[in-house]
């Protein structure tokens, strides 16, 4: 996504798929703005253009931990009463959604 | 499609297949890891991917994975991170899967399958990777709606990929037998395709039979067997054939197989590439696992099922069939094996276990462990048929009656009277009898008809009521007739 100097970085078009990817319709003026943002944003982060990273691992995860699990035992359930109430519709202990199709 | 066509072609197969893990509980929450509960009974807030909660990798489903790699030949990671993989939809209460990216838990394994002429072809497993599975979703029929079930979210799933190493669908159908057979044996999955616990979807593309570039592929989706899988293979490659030789090009895309039709089906999605933006899972730490750890674990695989297919073939002399079927199941194998400990006739013991054995097995719906027979048991029988004490129809009843009641094939033999009559006096004065009754005949093996020894065997038989030994018998009337 990060071109050559100076250019913008950052389109309405990209703006456009990442909100799309994102389930979220966007107005036009919402579209100006969050381009004009996002380029803001890019061209700060930008600055770590200028360290040398040739010789650093790439980094997934900052804290100093690593190896932690949970021992295969049951611990109990939501009641499907309760896992259903966040449900915004149901039916028959199911989860009800629009139709998808893929 | 003729042959000249089909030889102008080669097809190009990799294989993805699912495979959920039976831990007791999910992968990164404590809630059941069961199939057919009722609808959303084994959920919490953690696989509800509800706001605040935080994932913790089960350390049995990493266990069973890496031992499932180490079977696989994969070497294990010394890094493995999770990853997100962002997709919308509803069986995905999260938005995302955790999934693994780019540093999974193991890569460059192999797999071994039958090739021509006995000899063996290694196909490469470019991967093996943790995630979580997804919920299930029931497309409710005339309604604007769907029905979702997030039971199985959180299942872990291990998804073991193949490189494009295959070129039929039945070497396809060779390596997922072979796969679930390994699988098997480390018991780390039920590997049942209906059931879900085992799932495969296939990549396929065709090329001029020399030429070094993959063509475009297709991949194959929504078969429910094995059968399914080789069927679906041999239809898109037909399909495949047939569009280059009519100068169309293979649209890469997603096919579901329909298995009623015998075809597969585009799915006709909008043809937007997926975008899953995948970044490292920031609830989750890294996973560094130590070679003690490894090394455990590569120890408590037992011997694999090509191994011992192998072994039987070299140790036993069995036949490339038997010992095919030997190890088609590991307690049939382990049965095998103490029995011919007991009674060194492997040959015997082989046709005992796959005739009477496998069918009573099969007819009851049971398991090897589950019968009353012993390997004691079995090689007694057999044992005493090679001795004579027993016929072939009394060591069938003897084996009957041992699955039947559980009781010793010794005690079984004594209750039953079926033990054979071999004392001679007995015999003679019963061979004495059917002369007498029989001059005819007896007439006409005097004069050396031969063939009619058999006659007078099988009336003493009727007059024993079958506990005679036919052997001495035949000696019997022999001597007293033709000497």
Redesign the interface.
Same mark, same amino acid.
């Given at each position: 996504m990060i071109k050559t100097k100076g250019s913008k970085i950052v389109t309405q078009d990209d703006v456009r798929y990442i909100a799309s990817l994102s389930r979220i319709s966007l107005r036009d003026e919402e579209m100006a703005r969050l381009t004009r943002n996002l380029e803001d944003i890019l061209h700060y982060v930008r600055k770590l253009e200028e360290v040398d990273v040739r010789h650093i691992e790439p980094t997934s995860h900052v804290l100093p931990l690593k190896n932690v699990y949970r021992e295969d035992r049951m611990r109990p359930s939501l009641t499907r009463e309760d896992a259903l109430q966040i449900a915004v519709q149901q039916h028959e202990g199911f989860f009800k959604v629009p139709k998808v199709i893929q | 499609m003729n042959q000249v066509v089909q030889q102008k072609y080669e097809t190009v197969i990799g294989l993805e297949v699912h495979l959920q893990l039976k831990?007791?509980?999910k992968i990164f929450?404590?809630?059941?890891n069961v199939f057919g509960r009722? $609808?959303?009974?084994?959920?919490? $807030?953690v696989c *509800?991917g *509800?706001p605040g909660t935080l994932p913790?990798?089960? =350390?049995?489903?990493?266990a069973y994975a890496m031992k499932a790699a180490l079977a696989l030949n994969c070497q294990i990671n010394s890094f493995i =991170?999770f990853d997100r993989k !962002?997709y @919308? @939809?509803?069986d995905l209460p999260k938005g995302y899967q955790i999934s693994q990216y780019d !540093?999974p838990i193991a890569s460059h394994g192999y797999l071994e399958i039958p090739a021509e002429d006995g000899r063996v072809k290694r196909i490469t497993i470019k991967r093996a990777h943790l995630e979580e599975d997804a919920g299930k *979703?029931?497309?409710?029929e005339g309604?604007?709606?769907?029905?979702?079930? @997030?039971n199985r979210t959180g299942t872990p799933l291990m998804e073991i990929v193949t490189e494009p190493d295959l070129r039929s669908s039945q070497e396809a159908y060779d390596y997922l037998q072979n796969l679930k057979l390994t699988l098997q044996y480390l018991n780390v999955s039920d590997c049942d395709m209906e059931k879900g616990s085992l799932r495969c979807d296939a990549n396929i593309s065709i090329r001029e039979t020399g030429d070094p570039c993959l063509g475009t592929k297709t991949e194959l989706k929504n078969m429910n067997s094995f059968k399914a899988v080789k069927a679906a293979l041999e239809f898109e490659e037909r399909r495949q054939q047939k569009a280059l030789e009519s100068g169309e090009r293979i649209v890469q895309e997603t096919r579901l197989w329909d298995e009623g039709r015998g075809a597969t089906v585009s799915?006709r999605?909008k043809e937007e590439a997926h975008?899953y933006?995948y970044f $490292?899972e920031?609830d989750?730490? $890294?996973?560094?696992?130590d070679e003690g750890v490894i090394d455990t674990i590569r120890r408590s695989i037992p011997e694999l099922p090509q191994q011992k297919y192998k072994r039987f073939r070299s140790e036993y002399k069995l036949s490339d069939y038997d010992a095919n079927i030997m190890v088609q199941d590991a307690d049939v194998a382990n049965f095998f094996e103490a029995c011919a400990r007991l009674y060194p006739q492997p040959k015997k013991i082989c046709n005992w276990i796959q005739g009477p054995l496998l069918q009573e097995l099969n007819a009851r719906k049971a398991h090897v462990r589950d019968l009353r027979m012993t390997p004691e048991y079995l090689t007694t029988i057999i044992r005493k048929t090679d001795e004579n004490v027993l016929s072939n129809l009394a060591a069938k009843e003897a084996f009957q009656h041992v699955m039947e009641t559980g009781k010793s094939a010794d005690e079984v033999i004594e209750q039953k009277g079926l033990a054979q009559v071999s004392d001679s006096g007995i015999l003679e004065s019963v061979v004495e009898e059917v002369i007498r009754d029989n001059e005819k005949v007896a007439g006409q093996i005097r004069e050396g008809k031969e063939s009619a020894v058999g006659f007078l065997v099988g009336q003493a038989m009727r007059k024993t009521q079958g506990k005679a030994n036919p052997k001495i018998l035949g000696e019997l009337i022999r001597r007293r007739l033709l000497a």
């Open positions: - | 831990t007791e509980t929450c404590g809630c059941a009722e $609808p959303n009974a084994q959920v919490c $807030p *509800l *509800l913790v990798l089960n =350390k049995k489903a990493l =991170k !962002n @919308y @939809y509803p !540093n *979703l029931i497309h409710d309604t604007n709606s769907s029905l979702v079930d @997030y799915m999605s975008d933006r $490292p920031p989750l730490v $890294p996973f560094v696992v």
